[in-house]
């Protein structure tokens, strides 16, 4: 998986609870991103990074924050769980946000909100 | 217009037979179009991408057609085998950088 591991690979936890997930990658890409992935709707990009401390919003950004203190690491913050955010979330690196450039992806974490 | 549009949602394919999976969508500013192959319990991961100025791109047993003026694009796999039972994601890629995706389409090769 291209240098990227995901912590936890598993969590349940309760809503309300906060929750941060870790994202970290080995080749020094500039850009991450997190996405939440849900039947019937493909991935959805949550946030992504173009380098240390900037960050912007994506598609589905509402009650999630992130934070990326050093290149390689990329936090994904759930500051109040609900259920609706029951989902797998993939962290993907990317060396260019130009036009032609792959996305690599991490191997998910799935998150149950009860 | 921010849609991708997949079909089918699942899909049954004999070995050695030819599994075919579409695409649509509005956005005439999309500018790349990726396919993207997810086996269970791992991230996706890019299989075969084309651009808006070639109407066919292949890659072994995997064919990217794309028809601008439908604004649609298929993706191909001839000969299917077992092996590339997964799901597969079209994407596309417009002006603000952002892949914008597709459902998914589950694939079963039978043996």
């Known amino acids: 998986d291209a240098g990227i591991t995901q912590s936890p690979r598993h969590k349940v936890t309760e809503t309300g609870t906060p929750v941060t997930l870790r994202c970290h990658q080995t080749e020094n890409h500039r850009y991450m991103y997190w996405y939440r992935q849900d039947p019937g709707h493909g991935l959805r990009l949550i946030h992504y990074?173009?380098?240390?401390?900037?960050?912007d919003k994506g598609e589905v950004s509402d009650g999630y924050s992130v934070s990326r203190s050093k290149t390689e690491d990329f936090l994904l913050t759930l500051e109040s769980a609900t259920s609706s955010q029951t989902s797998v979330y993939f962290c993907a690196i990317s060396e260019s946000i130009q036009v032609y450039n792959e996305q690599f992806f991490g191997p998910g974490t799935r998150l149950t909100v009860l | 217009q921010q849609q991708v549009k997949q079909s089918p949602q699942s899909l049954i394919v004999q070995k050695g037979g030819i599994s075919i999976i579409n695409c649509a969508y509005e956005n005439t500013a999309f500018d790349y179009f990726p396919w993207y192959q997810q086996f269970p319990g791992k991230g996706p991961a890019l299989l075969i991408a084309?651009?808006?100025d070639v109407s066919e791109k292949k890659e072994g047993r995997f064919t990217i057609s794309f028809n601008k003026s439908a604004k649609q694009f298929s993706l191909h796999i001839m000969d299917s085998q077992p092996g590339d039972s997964a799901t597969y994601f079209c994407a596309a890629k417009g002006s603000n950088y952002q892949l914008i995706w597709g459902a998914g389409t589950k694939l079963i090769i039978k043996p």
């Open positions: 084309i651009r808006p």
């Open positions: 990074s173009y380098g240390v401390k900037d960050t």
